[in-house]
Structures are given as structure tokens and as C-alpha cells.
T-cell receptor, first 115, second 114 residues
Framework: AQSVTQLGSHVSVSEGALVLLRCNYS??????LFWYVQYPNQGLQLLLK??????LVKGINGFEAEFKKSETSFHLTKPSAHMSDAAEYFC?????????????FGKGTLLTVNP | NAGVTQTPKFQVLKTGQSMTLQCAQD?????MYWYRQDPGMGLRLIYY???????DKGEVPNGYNVSRLNKREFSLRLESAAPSQTSVYFC?????????????FGNGTRLTVT
């Protein structure tokens, strides 16, 4: 079975500081990995995805994530936080191969950006 | 483009009442999903429909039923609401499987059961 663990339910950074949101996954087969962002009172929207083409994945709004198989990690980073980045972020995993229709989400990390 | 539309946006029910949450997508997607979101729990899959005419249980199906009415619409029914079903419900869709296509989410239905 696949699972994902997000370390830290709440991360607080200053505007302009580095953003690092941690995600570790568990999967017995090669995974697909995703980061979604949720702004208040909205649904989730895709930030970026890893589907084995490249280990460093760039997404929208200046975010990127690196797939590290040896560490089973897919941490999300942004060099310089902006006030508009304040939101909840979810890491998610699905498994490759065949017809796959299930995505397992982490519990989320709430990012606060302080002026 | 409307994308994924959920109705209603808010609902308050008394214990034991029934209701149906509606979801429609206009992107010609094959697969549709219902998730619930609770604080500190992330999103948990209730039911999904890989294609028109099929439905399958997810992680937390008890107390819910679904209907894939046609390719566009996927409804979620609570036959006898319980306080434990107080949650935010999200419908999502994707063209086919999840390998290459992300989920497209609606804006959610906030349900309170008293």
C-alpha cells in the first residue's frame, strides 16, 4: 500500500525566506508524486508532479521539488516566500503501472508567511 | 470554463436526515472522485468512478452511496446523516487515470450535521 507523511503540520516563515515543506512517501512500486496547494475556501490545485521524467520538478509560482529515491522524499521548496504563498500544501502519491485511479494524500502543511 | 461544479456550497442537516451532494464537470473527463477533508486528516477518498457506469469504494465509504448518472455527473448521497459526517466534501475529476493527469477539484461543500 502507498502512503505519504508530511513532516510538520504548520510551518511559519518570513517574507523573502526559504520555504521548505517536507514529504516522505512509502510505495512498493515506482510512485507518482504530486504537490497540491489549497487557498482558503477553495479546492486543491496542482503545484507540480513527478512522473519519473526528471528528479527535479519545477512547478507554478516558483516552487520546485526534488525526488530522492534513496531517501523516499519529495520535499517542496521555494527560494523566497511571498505573502501570497500562505496556504495549505498537500503531498500525494499514486502508484505507476496499469490503470490507476487512487491518490493518497498527506495530512497537509499549513504555511504562514510573516511580513 | 466552469470546470468542476459542486452544489450546494453549504448545508446544515439534523442527525438522521438525508441529502445528495451534486457534482458536475464540463471537461469530458472519464474519472470522478469524492473526497472528504477534515482538520488534521488531509483528504480521504470516499468513492470514485473510473469511467461512466462504474463506481468503487475508497478509504472511507461507510455511510455514503454514489451514482455516476452520466459522464458529467457524479453524486454523493448520505442516507442517514451522522455528526461524524460533518466535513468539507470535494468532488474531483481527471481525464483517465492519474499517471499523467492531475485531479481537478471543485470548491467544496461544507456540511454540518447537528
Amino acid at each position: 500500500a502507498q502512503s505519504v507523511t508530511q513532516l510538520g503540520s504548520h510551518v511559519s516563515v518570513s517574507e523573502g525566506a526559504l520555504v521548505l515543506l517536507r514529504c516522505n512517501y512509502s510505495s512498493s512500486v515506482p510512485p507518482y508524486l504530486f504537490w497540491y496547494v489549497q487557498y482558503p475556501n477553495q479546492g486543491l490545485q496542482l503545484l507540480l508532479k513527478y512522473t519519473s521524467a526528471a528528479t527535479l520538478v519545477k512547478g507554478i509560482n516558483g516552487f520546485e521539488a526534488e525526488f530522492k529515491k534513496s531517501e523516499t522524499s519529495f520535499h517542496l521548496t521555494k527560494p523566497s516566500a511571498h505573502m501570497s504563498d500562505a496556504a495549505e500544501y498537500f503531498c500525494a502519491v499514486s502508484v505507476s503501472g496499469g490503470s490507476n485511479y487512487k491518490l493518497t494524500f498527506g495530512k497537509g502543511t499549513l504555511l504562514t508567511v510573516n511580513p | 470554463n466552469a470546470g468542476v461544479t459542486q452544489t450546494p456550497k453549504f448545508q446544515v442537516l439534523k442527525t438522521g436526515q438525508s441529502m445528495t451532494l451534486q457534482c458536475a464537470q464540463d471537461m469530458n473527463h472519464n474519472s470522478m472522485y469524492w473526497y472528504r477533508q477534515d482538520p488534521g486528516m488531509g483528504l480521504r477518498l470516499i468513492y470514485y468512478s473510473a469511467s461512466e457506469g462504474t463506481t468503487d469504494k475508497g478509504e472511507v465509504p461507510n455511510g455514503y452511496n454514489v451514482s455516476r448518472l452520466n459522464k458529467r455527473e457524479f453524486s454523493l448521497r448520505l442516507e442517514s446523516a451522522a455528526p461524524s459526517q460533518t466535513s468539507v466534501y470535494f468532488c474531483a475529476s481527471t481525464p483517465q487515470g492519474l499517471e499523467d493527469s492531475p485531479l481537478h477539484f471543485g470548491n467544496g461543500t461544507r456540511l454540518t450535521v447537528t
